[in-house]
């Protein structure tokens, strides 16, 4: 089993900054790639970004230039930096963790692990 457990969420300016973290514990080996997913009202949940540890990533063509997904293998711990926030980015921001994703996105029910989420919010 893993836990997954996110900080950072908040509230923030259109065009201010944010940086989300992500921290794995448990069997944390068995993980091949982690990345986030949101969900804002009344929308269904989007992959954000997602990254595997080789290091490939894959973004949301809506935050692809504004957002930045790393991560620290050694604290099993990934990251998002969210730059030029939008009022549309508000939504809660759930970290993923998978043992075999191909970093494409995934129905909620085939991902394997899920935090409990951290809200966004992004005032005009």
């Known amino acids: 089993q893993v836990q997954l457990v996110e900080r950072g969420g908040g509230l923030v300016q259109a065009g201010g900054s944010l940086t989300l973290s992500c921290a794995a514990s448990?069997?944390?080996?068995?993980?091949?790639?982690m990345g986030w997913y949101r969900q804002g009202p009344g929308d269904q949940r989007e992959l954000v970004a997602a990254i595997n540890r080789g290091g490939r990533t894959n973004y949301a063509a809506s935050v692809k230039g504004r957002f930045t997904i790393s991560s620290d293998n050694a604290k099993s711990t990934v990251y998002l930096r969210m730059n030029n926030l939008k009022p549309e980015d508000t939504a809660v921001y759930y970290c993923?963790?998978?043992?075999?994703?191909?970093?494409?996105?995934?129905?909620?029910?085939?991902?394997?692990?899920w935090g409990k989420g951290t809200l966004v919010s992004v005032s005009s």
């Open positions: 448990g069997s944390v080996d068995s993980i091949n790639a």
């Open positions: 993923a963790a998978d043992e075999y994703w191909n970093l494409d996105p995934m129905d909620y029910d085939d991902m394997d692990y």
